[in-house]
């Protein structure tokens, strides 16, 4: 079975810019979790999508959406690029089906850079 | 409130000595707790979770994590550490009926030859 996939694994923006992140959860999986991990502030957990509907959302500005297809698919925008946004953009997937045993499953991750 | 701590930011062993990776957390329900590694430059991956029964939880690349309910305490183990084990080690929380994980800042774990 396929892993999770996020495209692309690299981008170079402006501040200023926008910018759009994809990413494929593994088949049968209908959660797609996004986070942001940097050096100084490690893991932080930005949002969660399943079956098209935000159901969490971490404490992150506006600037920072998401949305989820019908394919559970998800994509994640970021507006108006700060320096502070240079970040690895992690994505995980999991079926959601019970608390206790749902496990998330991660991509490689996009690295943004903000100049 | 929800909370995981992991008290060393690296942890140094020889090659060939067992590891230990600390975790506590702090839940007000029963936890489900997680072990993710990471190698750099890539995403995490899954090591291992205790829901429930045994305290000793084995997982892959021969990694094992002993539960202790009364020390609120996730600690990984490994009996003889790899130089390929150094890596950025992440414990995560759940509490029932939450599916978001809490997670630990991270300890870097160095393998020294």
């Known amino acids: 079975k396929a892993g999770v996939t996020q495209t692309p694994r690299y981008l170079i923006k402006t501040r200023g810019q926008q910018v759009t992140l994809s990413c494929s959860p593994i088949?049968?999986?209908?959660?797609v979790s996004w986070y942001q991990q940097t050096p100084g502030q490690g893991l932080q957990f930005l949002f969660e999508?399943?079956?098209?509907?935000?159901?969490n959302k971490g404490n992150f500005p506006g600037r920072f959406s998401g949305r989820q297809f019908s394919n559970s698919r998800s994509e994640m925008n970021v507006s108006t690029l700060e320096l502070g946004d240079s970040a690895l953009y992690l994505c995980?997937?999991?079926?959601?089906?019970?608390?206790?045993?749902?496990?998330?499953?991660f991509g490689p991750g996009t690295r943004l850079t903000v100049l | 409130a929800q909370s995981v701590a992991q008290p060393e930011d690296q942890v140094n062993v020889a090659e060939g000595n067992p590891l230990t990776v600390k975790c506590t957390y702090s839940?007000?329900?029963?936890?489900?707790l997680f072990w993710y590694v990471q190698y750099p430059n890539r995403g995490l991956q899954f090591l291992l979770k205790?829901?429930?029964?045994d305290n000793l939880v084995k997982g892959s690349y021969g990694f094992e994590a002993e539960f202790n309910k009364s020390q609120t305490s996730f600690h990984l183990k490994k009996p003889s550490a790899l130089v390929s084990d150094s890596a950025l080690y992440f414990c995560?929380?759940?509490?029932?009926?939450?599916?978001?994980?809490?997670w630990g800042a991270g300890t870097k774990l160095i393998i020294k030859p």
């Open positions: 088949s049968g999986h209908r959660s």
């Open positions: 999508y399943f079956s098209e509907t935000q159901r």
């Open positions: 995980a997937s999991s079926t959601r089906r019970t608390a206790s045993t749902d496990t998330q499953y």
């Open positions: 205790y829901i429930t029964g």
């Open positions: 995560a929380v759940r509490e029932n009926s939450n599916y978001q994980l809490i």
């Open positions: 839940v007000s329900g029963n936890p489900y």
